[in-house]
């Protein structure tokens, strides 16, 4: 009996992998990506069946905000400040500038002034001082909201601010901040802050949300003033690890170009609470702060355009003389390398540079197998050592600059719900130039002879993590 109901089990949990691997085939995913999880389904079939359940399924089609109301909160800013031709922007990088309005109604906002910090305790000292300025408005948006001593000062800024009068809303990510305690949240909504998390990772849903996470890390305050970059709101981002510094990147903004910033919240806000806000208000009339244009363009899973990999792709395209980029994680799809090959192999220069350690081993792995092709056509690599580097900086040529949430990886590009500045300046290229060539200091530049010296049991590794790159 014990036999015969062990082969009846046997005999379910194959036909189960093999529908699963039906359905996987049957959804015209890229290539690479399905054969990645045939692999795993194939050959680790039990937790590849519930790491597909978790991570696998394809739910990008459902609708979490219908195309009338994107569009209204997205359009909202291009009300009363003017036409693209109105702006300076750098001549080199109109089409970029086109694809990005064309793609998804994004305007070119001038007015500008950008400051970049490269250590959070200068960025956190800034947005407690512009917290305790606030008049009208707060507005944050963050994957990681921890409640460590950061976070508690924050939340107890906030706090002091609404009981002010000042409206506060709160979007958190229910995964990134799932080690927050509840308890953190519910002082804030006592306080009278609206706080809700974005896609709740909360079982049963669990297996169709866990994959897609919003990653965004924003504020906005008065319609005004606006941070974004890769600092999320916790200790570590100050402290460190015991073995070296977090070496992150975020900027401060102020001007019409904030503006973006409040649409990309605001749709994420409606997707939170259901509730609809496109008060003038939200959106005033500024004053110029400066002479810098930028466009602010998010992405996400449940729309079929990729705002943010299309305009990188461009960007690269683009170029004329260098590509700098600095990125935690290194997993790019076939078209982004393809790219930065040609551009090296035309001459341009190319930089990449990565995190020599890692916070996640296995991604790690993964971005080390794409090095050596880099290294073949020409781009320079650099393996940043003083600590972890958690940047997300991109500079094309002197004239162009990329800061906001994304990794150049496909998990950023395709599942997760991302924002990105698109900053035309010389002033600022340059500023983010310096930070590139001062992080230089404390890389060491790979060689090809080098990098094949390394034992070939740990180039099987990296490779062999390379075929499952589309998941991780």
Known sequence: MNSALMLILEILYALTIISVVIVVISENRNPIKTLSWVMVLVFLPFVGLVWY???????????????????????????????????????????????????????????????FYTNAVDKFEDLLRDIEQARQHIHVEYYVFGDDKIGIKVRDALIKKSLEGVE??????????????????????????????????????????????????????????????????????????????????????????????????????????????????????????????????NSGPFREEREISHGILQAIYDAQKSIFIQTPYFIPPESMIEALQAAAIRGLDVRLMISKKSDVPLVQLASRSFVKEMLESGVKVYMYEKGFLHSKLMVFDDSLTLIGSVNFDSRSFEHNFEVEAFIYDHEVAEKAIDIFVEDQRFSQIISLREWMKRPKRLRFVESLMRLFAPLL
């Not at 195309?67 to 089409?95: A, C, N, Q």
């Open 168 to 297: 506060v809303r709160i979007i958190y990510d229910g995964f990134g901040s799932r080690k927050t305690k509840k308890a953190f949240f519910e002082e804030l909504r006592k306080a009278g802050i609206e706080a809700e998390p974005f896609l709740k990772a909360a079982l049963p849903k669990i297996t169709s949300r866990l994959n897609y996470r919003n990653h965004r890390k924003i504020i906005v305050i008065d319609g005004q003033i606006g941070y974004v970059g890769g600092m999320n709101i916790a200790d570590r981002y100050i402290e460190g690890f015991k073995w070296g510094i977090w070496r992150d990147t975020h900027a401060r903004i102020e001007g019409k170009g904030v503006q973006g910033l409040q649409s990309i919240f605001l749709i994420d806000w409606f997707v939170v609470s259901q509730t609809l806000i496109t008060s003038r208000k939200y959106f005033p009339e500024l004053p110029g702060f400066g002479n810098i244009c930028m466009q602010t363009v």
């Open 53 to 115: 359940l978790i991570f696998g399924q394809d739910f990008t089609k459902k609708q979490f905000i219908t195309k009338r109301m994107y569009s209204k909160l997205k359009k909202r800013p291009l009300d009363e400040i003017g036409t693209l031709e109105e702006f300076v922007y750098p001549e080199e990088h109109v089409s970029l500038i086109r694809l990005l309005k064309n793609l998804d109604h994004t305007p070119l906002l001038g007015g500008n002034d950008v400051r």
